[in-house]
């Protein structure tokens, strides 16, 4: 094994950019794979992982406070909307600007069923499932004129399907009430399995389960849940049907792969998705209203895939979790000021959005595969730019 | 027909501003092929950039005539916006040139969040009333009613309208811009310095901007930080309608844009017997993009462009 600069060995750089093996294979590297790969390893991994996971609350509780396990159930919800929103634009590569729309299918569906509103108590068990088969619905109409429109338009498109359900869950008050306006739908029955409400408190083998656990416990099944679900769509048929019209569609269609269907089929499923998120969220927070679902929501989503890398799970999970948790970490900078400068110079709500854009602009120029791409898309979009430059 | 003709004229009026801002979007397009998502914003700073020139005037009690104020405000606030055209293509755009479409669209809109927000640091979320400068001596003819601000900003566009048809088609510059809109290649081989006609594209394009910033401003009487969103939307929609890239189409997609949601706003209510108001106005825009993009992709006056991705 002989390297090309002359020393014994090369520290490889697959290490830390996840390109493919060069003709250079070393020592350091072989070891390192073979280490991944040990089903000791991986099991070790895993347990670990579920472990924290498992006992997340109690020290978040302990380390940082009630509110934090809060903001850690709100991170589940939205790794489950990254990873839906992943589906469409990691996947198939559709680039959906408008992906709160369905989000906010799910939630009202959620709300309208299960409360005052209109006198209905569904049980959760019908609700959720009711809710992903509507968003589905109305996953495929809104996909359905974008089939033919490339990136650019279809990223308008999109974004124009998302105001307009949010301009109508805003308008749907009058004459006739079905989402009672700006107003919003309250009172939501919290979710509750049978006799097991989780908006209790329960104790059990001596420890104490306020409602906020109950919701992340259920939230943290249905994200698993979700990820598995995307980890074997990512190696389905379906899911290399997807990457392929992500790389070249009419390649796609002319090795026999019916595009139009597979395109409905990803805003289907990642709709889906959505719709879930949205029902838990409206079961969680009690109320809905139009305006948790703006423009914002849907860019914040697609920085989460993008940022984290898109198309790539643990990407996602990373990215969804940095854009939860850093704005809260960042309300700690109003104090911090304060300390140092004797005054606020800044409102970090403000800078928030701010430093998202900035982020987002930041990423792109300097690494558009994401903070944690897989190798594929990686060598697509180096290979992309190469094409480029070289036409 | 007692609301026609008063829908008409309001349509013109609205629709010679989208023209301004479509025209920005449609020359960037045709020559990069990207859409500039942060033209809104450009927009809107050059409106509250106006705004803030304009407040000092009228607070410091200095007794101008208004419309100079406005000429002033106009003034400070072009070039404003061509500096930040400039910076925005320089920074964001121009390193991406090579990288593949999805890195420059987010890019685009990371630059469009950035702004929104620097403005509202800067200039607060509350809604900013624009000063009436203009005096708004209503003339009332068949039923219809005009007033001097309206009739002067369609012939402030026109006019505007008309020099940049004069720029692109009779001067060296425009040449230039037509030919890297073909093909950037053969034109720098050809001697053009394509780089700089792109920032020049950019700079136009954001001092068009600033002037239907200001428009906007003063038609509504109201700036806003997140003004800049919903128009750039509806100038891109109108960009499209007329078929992008074509700036003639963009002038007559602006109006016709104009007109279709100054007469749905108008109609909406008794077409529907009441079930819809007018606070719909917004999906129209969006209902005309779909629309176009499904049926005719092209645009009313773009080339027939087959089916490639």
């Known amino acids: 094994m002989a390297s090309s600069d002359g020393l014994p060995f090369t520290v490889h750089r697959s290490l830390f950019t996840g390109y493919g093996k060069g003709d250079t294979v070393i020592y350091i590297s072989d070891r390192w794979q073979r280490w991944r790969r040990d089903p000791r390893v991986v099991w070790t991994v895993y347990i670990t992982l579920a472990a924290l996971l498992v006992v997340l609350p109690f020290v978040t509780d302990w380390a940082l406070g009630r509110s934090w396990v809060r903001i850690a159930a709100f991170a589940l919800l939205y790794i489950m909307l990254a990873l839906g929103l992943n589906i469409v634009v990691g996947y198939a590569g559709l680039l959906d600007l408008g992906y709160v729309a369905f989000f906010a299918v799910g939630a009202y569906c959620y709300a309208l069923l299960a409360s005052p509103h209109f006198g209905l108590h569904l049980p959760f068990w019908l609700l959720l499932p009711l809710g992903a088969v509507v968003t589905c619905i109305f996953g495929v109409l809104l996909g359905a004129p974008t089939l033919r429109l490339r990136g650019d338009y279809l990223a308008i498109v999109t974004l124009g399907f998302g105001e307009i359900i949010r301009i109508f869950l805003n308008n749907l008050d009058a004459p006739v009430n079905i989402t009672n306006g700006p107003q919003g739908v309250n009172l939501i029955d919290p979710i509750r399995v049978g006799e097991f409400s989780l908006a209790q408190t329960h104790s059990f083998l001596g420890f104490t389960f306020p409602v906020v656990y109950n919701y992340y416990y259920l939230f943290l099944l249905l994200t698993l849940a979700v990820v598995f679900v995307s980890l074997r769509l990512e190696d389905s048929r379906i899911g290399r049907a997807w990457v392929a019209i992500r790389e070249d569609e009419v390649a796609a269609a002319a090795m026999g792969i019916n595009t139009r269907n597979v395109k409905l089929l990803a805003f289907a499923m990642g709709a889906s998705f959505g719709g879930v998120a949205g029902g838990l969220f409206a079961g969680f927070q009690g109320l809905v209203s139009p305006e948790s679902f703006t423009i914002i929501e849907s860019i914040m989503i697609l920085c989460m895939v993008v940022l984290g890398g898109m198309g790539h799970i643990p990407g996602v999970i990373l990215g969804a979790v940095l854009l939860v948790v850093l704005p809260e970490a960042l309300r700690y900078l109003g104090p911090l000021q304060q300390a140092l400068f004797g005054r606020v110079l800044a409102d970090p709500a403000e800078l928030r959005l701010l430093v998202f854009g900035l982020a987002l602009i930041l990423v792109m120029l300097l690494r558009p595969s994401g903070l944690w791409p897989s190798t594929v898309r990686q060598r697509e979009l180096a290979a992309g730019a190469a094409e480029s430059g070289r036409a | ?309």
């Open chain 2, 1 to 309: 027909m007692d609301i026609f003709l008063q829908q008409l004229v309001n349509g013109i009026v609205l629709g010679a501003i989208y023209a301004l801002v479509a025209l920005g979007y449609t020359m960037v397009y045709g020559i990069l092929g990207l859409i500039n998502f942060a033209h809104g914003e450009v927009v809107m700073i050059g409106a509250m950039v106006a705004l803030a020139v304009i407040q000092v005037l009228v607070g410091s009690g200095v007794p101008l005539p208004g419309p100079l104020i406005a000429a002033v405000g106009l003034a400070a606030a072009i070039p404003v916006c061509m500096a930040l055209g400039y910076a925005i293509e320089r920074i964001a755009y121009r390193p991406l040139r090579q990288a593949p479409r999805l890195a420059a669209l987010i890019t685009a809109i990371g630059v469009s969040i950035v702004l929104q927000n620097a403005a509202m640091i800067v200039w607060g979320r509350q809604y900013h009333s624009f000063p009436a400068l203009l005096p708004a001596t209503p003339h009332h003819f068949a039923g219809a009613t005009v007033n001097d601000l309206q009739l002067f900003i369609v012939a402030l566009a026109a006019l505007i309208m008309a020099g940049l048809l004069w720029l692109v088609h009779r001067t060296r510059l425009g040449r230039a811009m037509r030919a890297t809109s073909q093909n950037p290649e053969v034109a720098g081989l050809m001697g053009v310095n394509v780089n700089t006609v792109i920032s020049l594209t950019f700079v136009i394009g954001s001092a068009l901007a600033a002037v239907a910033g200001i428009m906007v401003a003063a038609y509504y009487g109201v700036a806003h930080y997140f003004m800049g969103f919903m128009l750039g939307l509806k100038a891109f929609t109108a960009a499209v309608l007329g078929g992008i890239g074509n700036i003639a189409g963009a002038m007559l997609g602006g109006l016709l844009l104009g007109m279709i949601e100054s007469f749905g706003a108008g109609y909406i209510g008794p077409l529907t017997g009441g079930f819809l108001g007018s606070h719909y106005q917004d999906v129209f825009a969006f209902l005309v993009l779909i629309l176009v993009l499904v049926f005719r992709p092209s645009g009313l006056l773009g080339e027939r462009v087959s089916d490639r991705t």
